[in-house]
């Protein structure tokens, strides 16, 4: 799977390009799905959650002009046959995942079977948004433990070797600051990378590259 993380978005044209990149073809001629499950992790965001399906926040995902797009909701999957959906994830080019808590959405992926799907995934592009970003690292942080799930912790994916501190200096999120960011990376297992919504790091077999037309900093594994 060839991934794009971002923080808010497809929102300038060095991360489009980058997106055409992994795509292999203009986003006209793309098919993409959306999930928004992540919004629903969060308290009063039906609005926000519909906005975002309808491509009509500041966040560009949905509204870049794919050839179509559909929606994966991932708390329905469990009570649909996999031949209903599983064929449709397999044939998209892109997978649009939105923001919202993180650790709902980890919980999700895992209910639904779309987290053992995606590494089968190999031509498929995954765009993450903030949380559709930040659920591929191996841990997210306690900062940024909202929903808790059963079992408690920060685990994510792990599908990366990094984790993401999101948002970085945007007056929205008055404590993501560079200040908090270090604080949060001291406390991490892992690498962490503190990005501004005018950057995205891509992911292809390993490799890592930050696009940005913005701020980030990457935290190198800090020594106990």
Not at 17 to 26: F, I
Not at 105 to 125: I, K, N, Q
Request: aromatic share 8%; proline share 7%.
């Amino acid at each position: 799977m060839k991934l794009l993380l971002t923080s808010g978005g497809v929102s300038n044209q060095s991360i489009r390009e980058a997106l055409c990149d992994l795509l292999g073809k203009p986003i006209a001629e793309s098919t993409a799905l959306c999930v928004p499950t992540a919004m629903y992790g969060m308290p009063g965001t039906a609005v926000m959650t519909w906005r975002q399906i309808a491509g009509q926040t500041p966040t560009p995902m949905v509204e870049l002009g794919w050839k179509s797009v559909g929606m994966l909701e991932l708390t329905a999957l469990p009570s649909v046959d996999e031949q209903n959906w599983v064929p449709v994830v397999r044939e998209t080019d892109a997978l649009l995942v939105c923001g919202g808590d993180v650790l709902y959405l980890h919980h999700w992926m895992c209910e639904s079977g779309l987290a053992d799907l995606l590494p089968s995934l190999r031509e498929t592009v995954y765009v993450g948004l903030s949380a559709g970003s930040m659920v591929m690292a191996p841990h997210v942080g306690e900062e940024f433990v909202g929903w808790k799930p059963a079992a408690g912790g920060d685990s994510a994916l792990g599908m990366v070797e990094f984790s993401i501190f999101p948002h970085l200096d945007n007056p929205m999120c008055p404590q993501n600051t560079m200040a908090h960011a270090q604080k949060w990376a001291s406390r991490m297992p892992v690498p962490g990378y503190a990005i501004d919504d005018a950057t995205a790091i891509k992911v292809v077999d390993g490799a890592v590259e930050v696009v940005s037309e913005g701020q980030w900093k990457l935290f190198e594994r800090w020594s106990s």
